[in-house]
């Protein structure tokens, strides 16, 4: 249903953008991310028109999520990346209209994952 892709190993400070395409239309989309050791948490969501956005505090200001339906793909673009955002991504989705999510068992639509690393 999903397949994410654009991860990578960058130094601190620089810059990455993933993709995440859907096979299909999604509403709400997002992006999540796990860490070795931690658990899977909120990055970032789009609501379907992209007129709505929400940032995990953590990477507010750095990263932007953006969508293009007529190609049913999710962009999440990672700047200033820190050592820190290094994680596997995942993008999500889910088809419940009007609806906002920072929680996973929201989404029933997961990509494979796509590993970025920062080295500081």
């Known amino acids: 249903q999903l397949q994410a892709s654009g991860g990578g190993l960058v130094q601190a400070g620089e810059s990455l953008r993933l993709s995440c395409v859907a096979s299909?239309?999604?509403?709400?989309m997002a992006w999540f991310r796990q860490a070795p050791g931690k658990e899977r948490e909120f990055v970032t969501a789009?609501?379907?028109?992209?007129?709505?956005?929400v940032y995990a505090d953590s990477v507010k200001g750095r990263f932007a999520i953006s969508r293009d339906n007529a190609k049913n793909t999710v962009y999440l673009q990672m700047n200033s990346l820190r050592a820190e955002d290094t994680a596997i991504y995942y993008c999500?989705?889910?088809?419940?209209?009007?609806?906002?999510?920072?929680?996973?068992?929201?989404?029933?639509?997961w990509g494979q994952g796509t590993q970025v690393t920062v080295s500081s």
């Open positions: 999500a989705g889910h088809n419940a209209i009007r609806t906002m999510s920072t929680m996973t068992a929201t989404y029933v639509y």
């Open positions: 789009i609501s379907w028109s992209a007129g709505n956005t």
């Open positions: 299909g239309r999604t509403y709400g």
